[in-house]
Every structure is written in structure tokens, then in C-alpha cells.
């Protein structure tokens, strides 16, 4: 990395004198009030031209900002591009498959925002990614938050620093409950945050094991409801290729709703770890509750992602503005 060192330290002192003058780390929702006060009307502005060109938009914007606070906080390291020297964030197997579209809409958001001289190279990309995510679940008919803004983007991008940090579609409440107390979030949260799994696809790879080698006395996972364990293997025949998207969920996959734990009940999660949710009695007290209560469940989502995306908060000592979302600078 200390290639990067001179960079570094450049970028943090024109950061600073470039940058509202704050002395703490401390989130705040008008952070950028003085320098670009339109900030969240600009984003929401691409993020609702994005979404009417692909509804991939929403789904991807979502698992962009999980994979990235996950990884090193929300810092838009997942952003940055491999070079022959460093194996970047993006490239490591897990995030292989994170579309494109939210990538695009950030770059787009920061190019809107670039094109206002007040803002130009003031806001993160850390905070460009956080407001497009509220913008996305809004989008899909979502509750709406207040976004707490005041991240900079992170200075180290390595494909190693994702191994074992990000949740596997095969993990129990126990690997979970772990993975999300490791920044801070309880197993409520996690449950909140696993919701977002009622938006977008998966891919037919993932869900093999369930639905045709799950162990030596099932074929098929026997958590799994029936009919339904049918149609995925209608969706995903043995020898097709296991990049073949499937929605994950079954009944409103385009829609923002608590209709995800209502499948759980039906032994619909298309995933492990989805489904353990409601089959492991400390978790399926919150399931039943959200399945009845979409108010309840939108309130603990926004308090989840909240409390998310102050994971691994980088300051003007330990990170920059970038000028290129994809390239450290």
C-alpha cells in the first residue's frame, strides 16, 4: 500500500480545505447544508431516472451498499477498481455478481452533482451510495428515512478483506447473529436487513444445494414448501447455467413489503438463510410479528439501516472525497 502514500496525504489535505469545517466524525442529516444543500434532491432525481430505465436499479443499489459496509464500513471501497498491484474489493468471488446498474447510478449521481460548482468533489461517494439506498427502497415502495451523511470514502480496497464478512446463503441464525454483532447490529436488525431479500433475483448457483443434493436423507431441503420447491426446479433444471436469475421473492418481487415473512411462514426464503429465520425458534417470534405488523417491520428496517450505515465511519484522517468513485485519488 505505500504506493498510495503520497496520494493519501495530498487528498487529505485538499479534502480538508475543501471540506466544511467540522471537527468530528459525527453523522448528521444536513451535513452538507453549506456546500450543496440540494444534495438529496439531486441523487433522488438520477435514482428516479435510473429506476424507470431498469428495475434492476433498486435491488442492485441495495446489495451494493450491504456488500459495502459489511466490508471496512460504508466507505464505497466495494467501488474501487482492481489494478495489476491490488485485487480490489469488486473482484473478490462474493461481490462478482453485483450489477452494474448500482454502480451506475452512483457514478450518475456524482456527475449530477459535479455539474453544480458548489458541490463539486464535496460530496462522498460513501454518501452518494447511502441516499441512492433510501432512494431505491422508496422507490420500491418502502418506508422513507432520514439519511445521516458526513462519510468519506475509504483509502484501501482488497479482495482478501471480504473473506468471512459478508452473510452466505447457507448460514444459520447462529453464523448471522455473529457476522451482524461484529458491527454492531443485533439480531433483530438482521432480521430487518434480511428483509430486503422480498426485492430483486438470485442466481440459480445459489440454490442447487436446496433443491437437488441437500443431504443424504433429502434430495431437497425439507424446510422448503413443496410447490414451491417445484417451481424452482422448473426455473433452475439441473444442467442449466447457474448464472440464470430467479426472483427471490416469489409473490411481489418488485415490491418493498412484509410479504417476505409471510413467505418464510409458507417455507417460501429462497435461501438457508432466509428460511432459518422462521424455522429457529429465536428468530420466529419476529418473523410471525413482521408477517402481521408491515408497520413495525418498516420502522425496525429504518433503525437497521441506519444503525448500518454508521458501520466503519472513515473521517478526513483516515479517508478523502474521491473525484472518481472507481479510482483512488
Given at each position: 500500500?505505500?504506493?498510495?502514500?503520497?496520494?493519501?496525504?495530498?487528498?487529505?489535505?485538499?479534502?480538508?480545505?475543501?471540506?466544511?469545517?467540522?471537527?468530528?466524525?459525527?453523522?448528521?442529516?444536513?451535513?452538507?447544508?453549506?456546500?450543496?444543500?440540494?444534495?438529496?434532491?439531486?441523487?433522488?432525481?438520477?435514482?428516479?431516472?435510473?429506476?424507470?430505465?431498469?428495475?434492476?436499479?433498486?435491488?442492485?443499489?441495495?446489495?451494493?451498499?450491504?456488500?459495502?459496509?459489511?466490508?471496512?464500513?460504508?466507505?464505497?471501497?466495494?467501488?474501487?477498481?482492481?489494478?495489476?498491484?491490488?485485487?480490489?474489493?469488486?473482484?473478490?468471488?462474493?461481490?462478482?455478481?453485483?450489477?452494474?446498474?448500482?454502480?451506475?447510478?452512483v457514478i450518475k449521481a456524482k456527475k449530477a452533482?459535479?455539474?453544480?460548482?458548489?458541490?463539486?468533489?464535496?460530496?462522498?461517494?460513501?454518501?452518494?451510495?447511502?441516499?441512492?439506498?433510501?432512494?431505491?427502497?422508496?422507490?420500491?415502495?418502502?418506508?422513507?428515512?432520514?439519511?445521516?451523511?458526513?462519510?468519506?470514502?475509504?483509502?484501501?480496497?482488497?479482495?482478501?478483506?471480504?473473506?468471512?464478512?459478508?452473510?452466505?446463503?447457507?448460514?444459520?441464525?447462529?453464523?448471522?447473529?455473529?457476522?451482524?454483532?461484529?458491527?454492531?447490529?443485533?439480531?433483530?436488525?438482521?432480521?430487518?436487513?434480511?428483509?430486503?431479500?422480498?426485492?430483486?433475483?438470485?442466481?440459480?448457483?445459489?440454490?442447487?444445494?436446496?433443491?437437488?443434493?441437500?443431504?443424504?436423507?433429502?434430495?431437497?431441503?425439507?424446510?422448503?414448501?413443496?410447490?414451491?420447491?417445484?417451481?424452482?426446479?422448473?426455473?433452475?433444471?439441473?444442467?442449466?447455467d447457474p448464472r440464470i436469475a430467479i426472483n427471490?421473492?416469489?409473490?411481489?418481487?418488485?415490491?418493498?413489503?412484509?410479504?417476505?415473512?409471510?413467505?418464510?411462514?409458507?417455507?417460501?426464503?429462497?435461501?438457508?438463510?432466509?428460511?432459518?429465520?422462521?424455522?429457529?425458534?429465536?428468530?420466529?417470534?419476529?418473523?410471525?410479528?413482521?408477517?402481521?405488523?408491515?408497520?413495525?417491520?418498516?420502522?425496525?428496517?429504518?433503525?437497521?439501516?441506519?444503525?448500518?450505515?454508521?458501520?466503519?465511519?472513515?473521517?478526513?484522517?483516515?479517508?478523502?472525497?474521491?473525484?472518481?468513485?472507481?479510482?483512488?485519488?
Amino acid at each position: 500500500m505505500a504506493r498510495f502514500g503520497l496520494v493519501i496525504v495530498v487528498a487529505l489535505s485538499l479534502t480538508i480545505s475543501m471540506f466544511p469545517d467540522t471537527t468530528t466524525a459525527q453523522l448528521k442529516t444536513n451535513f452538507y447544508g453549506k456546500v450543496c444543500p440540494n444534495v438529496e434532491q439531486i441523487v433522488r432525481t438520477v435514482v428516479q431516472q435510473k429506476v424507470k430505465q431498469t428495475f434492476v436499479t433498486i435491488p442492485a443499489t441495495l446489495r451494493l451498499f450491504f456488500h459495502d459496509c459489511f466490508v471496512n464500513g460504508c466507505d464505497a471501497s466495494v467501488m474501487i477498481q482492481s489494478t495489476p498491484k491490488n485485487k480490489a474489493e469488486k473482484d473478490h468471488p462474493d461481490n462478482i455478481s453485483l450489477a452494474g446498474d448500482g454502480f451506475d447510478v452512483v457514478i450518475k449521481a456524482k456527475k449530477a452533482l459535479d455539474a453544480i460548482p458548489s458541490c463539486r468533489n464535496k460530496i462522498s461517494c460513501a454518501d452518494i451510495l447511502t441516499l441512492a439506498t433510501r432512494d431505491v427502497v422508496v422507490a420500491a415502495g418502502g418506508p422513507s428515512y432520514p439519511v445521516e451523511l458526513g462519510r468519506f470514502d475509504g483509502l484501501v480496497s482488497t479482495a482478501a478483506s471480504v473473506t468471512g464478512n459478508l452473510p452466505g446463503p447457507n448460514d444459520k441464525v447462529t453464523e448471522l447473529n455473529k457476522l451482524f454483532a461484529k458491527n454492531k447490529l443485533t439480531q433483530e436488525d438482521m432480521i430487518a436487513l434480511s428483509a430486503a431479500h422480498t426485492l430483486g433475483f438470485a442466481h440459480c448457483g445459489k440454490v442447487f444445494n436446496r433443491i437437488y443434493n441437500f443431504n443424504r436423507t433429502h434430495s431437497v431441503d425439507p424446510t422448503l414448501n413443496k410447490a414451491y420447491a417445484k417451481e424452482l426446479q422448473a426455473a433452475c433444471p439441473k444442467k442449466v447455467d447457474p448464472r440464470i436469475a430467479i426472483n427471490m421473492d416469489p409473490t411481489t418481487p418488485r415490491k418493498f413489503d412484509n410479504l417476505y415473512f409471510k413467505n418464510l411462514q409458507q417455507g417460501k426464503g429462497l435461501f438457508t438463510s432466509d428460511q432459518v429465520l422462521f424455522t429457529d425458534g429465536r428468530s420466529r417470534p419476529t418473523v410471525n410479528a413482521w408477517a402481521k405488523n408491515s408497520v413495525a417491520f418498516n420502522k425496525a428496517f429504518v433503525t437497521a439501516m441506519t444503525k448500518l450505515g454508521r458501520v466503519g465511519v472513515k473521517t478526513r484522517r483516515n479517508g478523502n472525497i474521491r473525484r472518481d468513485c472507481g479510482v483512488f485519488n
